[in-house]
């Protein structure tokens, strides 16, 4: 068996680790199929798209536009495919991305890696980001001021990458495309539209450690990702 096969069959391991934690039932459940959103041609070749996210990347890391620039070790930008079918949206960086300068990478970014595996994708296949580009203190939910001075670098990513589907990781993210201050229990499970893009909110892998002990929970963000699956055909 060669290293590819070796890959291969360690993704499918993964997947049935997670299944077996839902219940192997669970994942037969049929999903009803929302409509696609079709690409528009794309406006940018991949290597121009790569390289205006560069340049984003660099925009944020030298960013002063709120107090927390003042408080952060890095900032993080966000990483992944410029040609992603699926981004994936969080809050704010962590203590472990501080220290990275890159997204999801504590215990928290292992669980959502498993997510990603689970749903057919890899992490280099596609975008992971959060609204904040710098860790608030103490990890706090992002004020108002934070979202609106530096969501623009987030929305420039989207525009630019022009996913088929985003995941809201968590309510400030779920809020921030709803653009309602809503509970996660009645913004989860149904899509959003922003700017013609399906945004499907799901709880944040924090959350979901926290809460390791009510396994309903990790349910519900496997129904709410399977709907993402059949919207890309990865079911």
Sequence with gaps: MDRKDDSLLGLAEERFRFYAELGAEFILKEEKRPAAVPSPPPSLDAGRREEELGEVGREVRACRKC?????????????????????????????????????????????????????????????????????PPNNRDPHQDEVQ?????????????????????????ANF????????????????????????????????????GDKSYKKQVWEDVQQVMTLLGKK
């Design 67 to 135: 107090p927390l620039a003042r408080l952060r070790r890095q900032a993080v930008p966000g990483e992944g495919s410029p040609a992603a079918e699926l981004m994936f949206v969080g809050e704010a960086p962590g203590e472990d991305e501080d220290i990275q300068g890159r997204p999801f990478v504590g215990r928290a970014g292992q669980l959502l890696d498993r997510i990603i595996v689970a749903m057919h994708f890899r992490r280099e296949e596609v975008f992971i980001a959060n609204i904040l580009k710098c860790r």
């Design 149 to 173: 001075a530096c969501s623009p670098y987030l929305q420039r990513q989207i525009e630019l990458i022009r996913p088929k589907a985003i995941i809201a990781l968590g309510k400030p993210a």
């Design 177 to 212: 495309f709803s653009g309602e201050a809503l509970p996660m229990g009645l913004l989860r499970g149904r899509f959003l539209d922003f700017h013609g893009i399906p945004v499907m909110p799901t709880f944040h892998p924090a959350f979901l450690l926290r809460n390791e």
